[in-house]
Protein backbone atom coordinates (compact mmCIF):
# COMPACT_ATOMS: atom_id res chain seq x y z
CA UNK A 1 0.00 0.00 0.00
CA UNK A 2 1.59 3.33 -0.88
CA UNK A 3 2.27 5.79 1.94
CA UNK A 4 0.01 8.71 2.08
CA UNK A 5 1.48 12.09 0.83
CA UNK A 6 2.25 13.94 4.19
CA UNK A 7 0.49 17.38 2.88
CA UNK A 8 -2.78 15.34 2.95
CA UNK A 9 -5.04 14.62 5.87
CA UNK A 10 -6.65 11.16 6.33
CA UNK A 11 -9.13 11.75 4.35
CA UNK A 12 -6.84 12.81 1.69
CA UNK A 13 -7.39 16.78 1.63
CA UNK A 14 -4.79 19.07 0.83
CA UNK A 15 -3.19 20.29 3.81
CA UNK A 16 -1.07 23.40 4.37
CA UNK A 17 1.78 22.55 7.01
CA UNK A 18 4.58 24.48 8.69
CA UNK A 19 7.72 22.97 7.12
CA UNK A 20 11.43 22.73 7.23
CA UNK A 21 12.07 23.40 2.39
CA UNK A 22 15.08 22.76 0.44
CA UNK A 23 15.19 24.45 -2.99
CA UNK A 24 18.31 22.58 -4.83
CA UNK A 25 19.55 22.97 -8.76
CA UNK A 26 22.91 22.19 -10.11
CA UNK A 27 25.64 24.79 -10.35
CA UNK A 28 25.78 25.79 -14.10
CA UNK A 29 23.77 23.31 -15.80
CA UNK A 30 22.35 25.56 -18.09
CA UNK A 31 25.76 26.62 -19.73
CA UNK A 32 27.03 22.45 -19.22
CA UNK A 33 23.80 22.07 -22.04
CA UNK A 34 25.11 24.68 -24.44
CA UNK A 35 28.44 23.69 -24.34
CA UNK A 36 28.00 19.73 -24.84
CA UNK A 37 25.47 21.01 -27.43
CA UNK A 38 28.05 22.88 -29.30
CA UNK A 39 30.13 19.87 -29.10
CA UNK A 40 28.01 17.47 -30.33
CA UNK A 41 28.29 15.28 -26.89
CA UNK A 42 24.68 15.91 -25.46
CA UNK A 43 24.35 11.97 -25.37
CA UNK A 44 27.62 11.58 -23.29
CA UNK A 45 26.14 14.31 -20.69
CA UNK A 46 22.50 12.70 -21.37
CA UNK A 47 23.63 9.70 -19.36
CA UNK A 48 25.85 10.98 -17.23
CA UNK A 49 23.25 12.85 -15.74
CA UNK A 50 20.62 10.12 -15.90
CA UNK A 51 23.62 8.40 -13.65
CA UNK A 52 24.00 10.33 -11.13
CA UNK A 53 20.58 11.80 -10.80
CA UNK A 54 19.38 7.95 -10.40
CA UNK A 55 22.03 7.61 -7.73
CA UNK A 56 21.82 10.66 -5.73
CA UNK A 57 17.83 10.50 -5.36
CA UNK A 58 18.42 7.08 -3.83
CA UNK A 59 18.03 8.29 -0.35
CA UNK A 60 15.09 9.76 -1.18
CA UNK A 61 13.64 6.29 -2.02
CA UNK A 62 13.18 5.36 1.73
CA UNK A 63 10.40 6.28 3.05
CA UNK A 64 9.04 3.17 3.33
CA UNK A 65 12.21 2.46 5.91
CA UNK A 66 11.20 5.73 7.70
CA UNK A 67 7.33 4.93 8.00
CA UNK A 68 8.35 1.15 9.25
CA UNK A 69 10.77 3.07 12.02
CA UNK A 70 7.74 5.48 12.96
CA UNK A 71 4.80 3.15 12.90
CA UNK A 72 2.88 5.19 10.28
CA UNK A 73 1.13 4.95 7.25
CA UNK A 74 2.53 8.80 6.02
CA UNK A 75 5.55 9.02 4.12
CA UNK A 76 8.08 11.68 6.37
CA UNK A 77 8.20 13.77 3.10
CA UNK A 78 7.56 15.08 -0.01
CA UNK A 79 9.67 15.45 -3.27
CA UNK A 80 9.19 17.48 -6.16
CA UNK A 81 11.91 16.79 -9.02
CA UNK A 82 12.36 18.55 -12.13
CA UNK A 83 16.13 18.01 -14.34
CA UNK A 84 18.43 19.75 -12.31
CA UNK A 85 15.66 21.12 -9.13
CA UNK A 86 14.69 19.49 -6.58
CA UNK A 87 12.05 20.94 -3.93
CA UNK A 88 12.00 18.86 -0.70
CA UNK A 89 9.46 19.46 1.96
CA UNK A 90 9.37 17.66 5.55
CA UNK A 91 6.61 18.94 7.80
CA UNK A 92 7.19 20.03 11.65
CA UNK A 93 5.96 18.14 14.44
CA UNK A 94 6.66 19.58 17.35
CA UNK A 95 9.86 21.70 17.71
CA UNK A 96 11.51 20.12 14.08
CA UNK A 97 14.85 19.14 15.58
CA UNK A 98 14.15 15.42 14.31
CA UNK A 99 13.06 16.67 10.83
CA UNK A 100 16.11 19.22 10.71
CA UNK A 101 18.05 16.26 11.19
CA UNK A 102 16.40 14.43 8.18
CA UNK A 103 16.63 17.51 6.00
CA UNK A 104 20.55 17.76 6.29
CA UNK A 105 20.84 14.23 6.12
CA UNK A 106 19.44 13.67 2.70
CA UNK A 107 20.20 16.93 1.13
CA UNK A 108 24.18 16.61 2.40
CA UNK A 109 24.02 12.75 0.34
CA UNK A 110 22.48 14.23 -2.49
CA UNK A 111 25.15 17.10 -2.67
CA UNK A 112 28.14 15.12 -2.17
CA UNK A 113 27.02 12.23 -4.38
CA UNK A 114 25.91 14.80 -7.64
CA UNK A 115 29.46 16.33 -6.88
CA UNK A 116 31.44 13.00 -6.99
CA UNK A 117 29.80 12.60 -10.53
CA UNK A 118 30.95 16.42 -11.51
CA UNK A 119 27.57 17.68 -11.05
CA UNK A 120 27.90 21.11 -8.32
CA UNK A 121 24.77 21.91 -6.12
CA UNK A 122 23.69 24.82 -4.47
CA UNK A 123 20.09 25.43 -2.53
CA UNK A 124 18.34 27.24 -0.02
CA UNK A 125 16.88 25.96 3.07
CA UNK A 126 14.07 27.79 5.33
CA UNK A 127 11.22 27.47 6.84
CA UNK A 128 7.68 28.08 6.02
CA UNK A 129 3.88 26.74 4.97
CA UNK A 130 4.37 24.81 2.05
CA UNK A 131 2.02 22.33 0.41
CA UNK A 132 3.22 19.40 -2.50
CA UNK A 133 1.45 17.18 -4.42
CA UNK A 134 2.77 15.60 -7.53
CA UNK A 135 1.73 18.79 -9.41
CA UNK A 136 1.75 21.62 -7.40
CA UNK A 137 4.17 23.23 -4.74
CA UNK A 138 2.90 25.99 -3.12
CA UNK A 139 3.34 28.51 -0.22
CA UNK A 140 5.45 31.15 1.81
CA UNK A 141 8.27 28.37 2.46
CA UNK A 142 9.20 27.35 -1.26
CA UNK A 143 9.41 31.13 -1.86
CA UNK A 144 12.19 31.66 0.94
CA UNK A 145 14.19 28.62 0.57
CA UNK A 146 14.15 29.71 -3.65
CA UNK A 147 15.41 33.46 -2.52
CA UNK A 148 18.15 31.58 -0.37
CA UNK A 149 19.17 29.85 -3.21
CA UNK A 150 18.92 32.69 -5.60
CA UNK A 151 20.49 35.61 -3.53
CA UNK A 152 22.59 33.89 -0.27
CA UNK A 153 24.08 30.57 -1.68
CA UNK A 154 26.24 32.33 -4.76
CA UNK A 155 28.86 29.32 -4.86
CA UNK A 156 28.41 25.82 -4.96
CA UNK A 157 26.95 25.22 -0.87
CA UNK A 158 23.18 24.65 0.13
CA UNK A 159 22.81 27.59 2.50
CA UNK A 160 20.20 28.44 5.73
CA UNK A 161 18.08 30.92 5.92
CA UNK A 162 17.45 33.42 8.45
CA UNK A 163 14.40 31.23 9.62
CA UNK A 164 16.24 27.83 9.41
CA UNK A 165 19.22 29.45 11.24
CA UNK A 166 17.36 30.40 14.36
CA UNK A 167 15.93 27.00 14.23
CA UNK A 168 19.40 25.56 14.82
CA UNK A 169 20.24 28.19 17.40
CA UNK A 170 16.90 27.19 19.40
CA UNK A 171 17.98 23.30 18.88
CA UNK A 172 22.00 23.98 20.22
CA UNK A 173 20.35 25.24 23.46
CA UNK A 174 19.59 21.54 24.32
CA UNK A 175 23.21 20.85 24.50
CA UNK A 176 25.03 21.52 27.32
CA UNK A 177 28.28 22.30 24.83
CA UNK A 178 28.11 22.82 21.19
CA UNK A 179 30.73 20.29 20.62
CA UNK A 180 28.27 18.03 21.55
CA UNK A 181 25.80 18.89 18.86
CA UNK A 182 25.27 16.63 15.77
CA UNK A 183 25.21 20.34 13.91
CA UNK A 184 28.88 20.58 14.81
CA UNK A 185 30.06 18.08 11.86
CA UNK A 186 27.45 18.69 10.16
CA UNK A 187 26.80 22.46 9.20
CA UNK A 188 29.75 25.05 8.85
CA UNK A 189 29.97 28.57 8.98
CA UNK A 190 31.50 30.64 6.03
CA UNK A 191 33.62 33.63 5.90
CA UNK A 192 30.44 35.69 5.35
CA UNK A 193 28.66 34.54 8.31
CA UNK A 194 26.48 32.14 6.25
CA UNK A 195 25.48 29.00 7.80
CA UNK A 196 25.77 26.06 5.00
CA UNK A 197 25.42 22.38 4.59
CA UNK A 198 29.00 20.57 5.54
CA UNK A 199 28.34 17.77 2.84
CA UNK A 200 31.97 16.35 2.75
CA UNK A 201 31.00 15.41 6.63
CA UNK A 202 27.57 15.10 7.01
CA UNK A 203 27.32 11.90 5.46
CA UNK A 204 29.53 10.09 7.86
CA UNK A 205 26.73 10.79 10.66
CA UNK A 206 29.12 11.42 13.25
CA UNK A 207 31.41 8.49 12.38
CA UNK A 208 35.24 9.29 10.88
CA UNK A 209 35.98 8.56 7.85
CA UNK A 210 37.39 4.79 6.26
CA UNK A 211 39.65 3.86 3.67
CA UNK A 212 36.90 3.96 0.71
CA UNK A 213 35.06 7.42 2.07
CA UNK A 214 38.94 9.28 1.68
CA UNK A 215 38.78 7.46 -1.37
CA UNK A 216 35.61 9.66 -2.53
CA UNK A 217 37.31 12.95 -0.43
CA UNK A 218 40.04 12.63 -3.38
CA UNK A 219 37.53 12.03 -5.98
CA UNK A 220 36.29 15.24 -4.70
CA UNK A 221 39.47 17.05 -4.86
CA UNK A 222 40.64 15.71 -8.41
CA UNK A 223 36.86 16.95 -9.75
CA UNK A 224 37.58 20.23 -8.04
CA UNK A 225 40.70 21.14 -9.62
CA UNK A 226 39.76 20.11 -12.95
CA UNK A 227 36.92 23.05 -12.85
CA UNK A 228 39.93 25.03 -12.03
CA UNK A 229 41.72 24.61 -14.87
CA UNK A 230 38.41 24.87 -17.10
CA UNK A 231 37.41 28.14 -15.77
CA UNK A 232 40.76 29.72 -15.53
CA UNK A 233 39.97 32.09 -17.58
CA UNK A 234 36.35 32.64 -16.58
CA UNK A 235 36.67 34.30 -13.04
CA UNK A 236 33.16 34.59 -12.27
CA UNK A 237 32.30 30.76 -12.91
CA UNK A 238 36.59 30.16 -11.32
CA UNK A 239 35.71 31.78 -8.63
CA UNK A 240 32.65 29.12 -7.45
CA UNK A 241 34.63 26.39 -7.70
CA UNK A 242 37.83 28.15 -6.03
CA UNK A 243 34.89 28.17 -3.43
CA UNK A 244 34.43 24.50 -3.44
CA UNK A 245 38.47 23.68 -3.14
CA UNK A 246 38.74 26.23 0.03
CA UNK A 247 36.23 24.28 1.56
CA UNK A 248 37.57 20.91 0.69
CA UNK A 249 40.88 22.06 2.28
CA UNK A 250 39.14 23.37 5.27
CA UNK A 251 37.75 19.80 6.05
CA UNK A 252 40.88 18.24 5.27
CA UNK A 253 42.99 19.81 7.93
CA UNK A 254 40.01 20.87 10.29
CA UNK A 255 37.25 17.36 9.93
CA UNK A 256 39.48 14.49 8.53
CA UNK A 257 43.07 16.03 9.77
CA UNK A 258 44.16 14.74 5.87
CA UNK A 259 46.31 17.02 4.48
CA UNK A 260 47.44 14.72 2.03
CA UNK A 261 44.28 15.50 0.11
CA UNK A 262 44.32 18.87 -0.21
CA UNK A 263 43.71 21.41 -3.20
CA UNK A 264 47.32 22.03 -3.80
CA UNK A 265 47.56 25.97 -3.44
CA UNK A 266 49.14 26.45 -6.93
CA UNK A 267 45.59 25.67 -8.20
CA UNK A 268 44.39 29.06 -6.02
CA UNK A 269 46.92 31.35 -6.35
CA UNK A 270 46.73 33.82 -9.48
CA UNK A 271 49.48 36.45 -8.87
CA UNK A 272 50.35 39.14 -11.31
CA UNK A 273 52.42 38.98 -13.75
CA UNK A 274 55.04 41.15 -16.02
CA UNK A 275 54.16 41.91 -19.64
CA UNK A 276 57.61 40.53 -20.15
CA UNK A 277 57.25 37.29 -18.45
CA UNK A 278 54.44 36.18 -20.76
CA UNK A 279 55.64 37.99 -24.05
CA UNK A 280 58.78 36.63 -24.21
CA UNK A 281 57.86 32.83 -23.86
CA UNK A 282 56.51 33.25 -27.99
CA UNK A 283 57.52 35.02 -30.79
CA UNK A 284 56.51 38.30 -33.23
CA UNK A 285 53.43 36.44 -33.77
CA UNK A 286 51.92 37.27 -30.83
CA UNK A 287 51.64 40.91 -31.38
CA UNK A 288 49.24 40.06 -34.72
CA UNK A 289 45.77 38.61 -35.32
CA UNK A 290 43.45 36.93 -32.79
CA UNK A 291 44.31 33.48 -32.85
CA UNK A 292 47.77 35.16 -31.69
CA UNK A 293 46.03 36.48 -28.71
CA UNK A 294 44.29 33.43 -27.72
CA UNK A 295 47.92 31.72 -27.97
CA UNK A 296 48.35 34.21 -25.42
CA UNK A 297 45.68 33.51 -22.89
CA UNK A 298 46.44 29.82 -22.79
CA UNK A 299 50.02 31.00 -21.93
CA UNK A 300 48.63 33.33 -19.29
CA UNK A 301 46.69 30.62 -17.67
CA UNK A 302 48.96 27.49 -17.21
CA UNK A 303 50.05 27.48 -13.79
CA UNK A 304 53.79 28.48 -12.74
CA UNK A 305 55.62 25.54 -11.78
Not at 73 to 92: H, M
Not at 133 to 155: K, P, T, W
Not at 180 to 197: K, R, Y
Not at 238 to 265: E, G, M, R
Request: overall charge negative.
Amino acid sequence: MPLRNPYHDKDGFPQIQQSIVAYLDILGFSEEMREHSRAGTQRVHLEQLRQALSKARQPFRTTDYYAERFGSSEAPYKLKVFTDNVVLGIPIWEDGESEFGQMISLVGEYQLILALHGFFVRGGISVGELYMDEDVVYGNGLLEAHQAEVSLARDPRIVLDQRAMEMVHQHLTYYGLVEDAPHNNELAVDSDGQMFINYLVSPLDGSPPDENYLKQVELHRDLVCSRLAKYQDQPLIWSKYAWAATYHNVVCSDFFDTPSLIVDPKFLQRPAQKLSSIYKKVGADLYIGSQAIAKWKSLVSQPKK
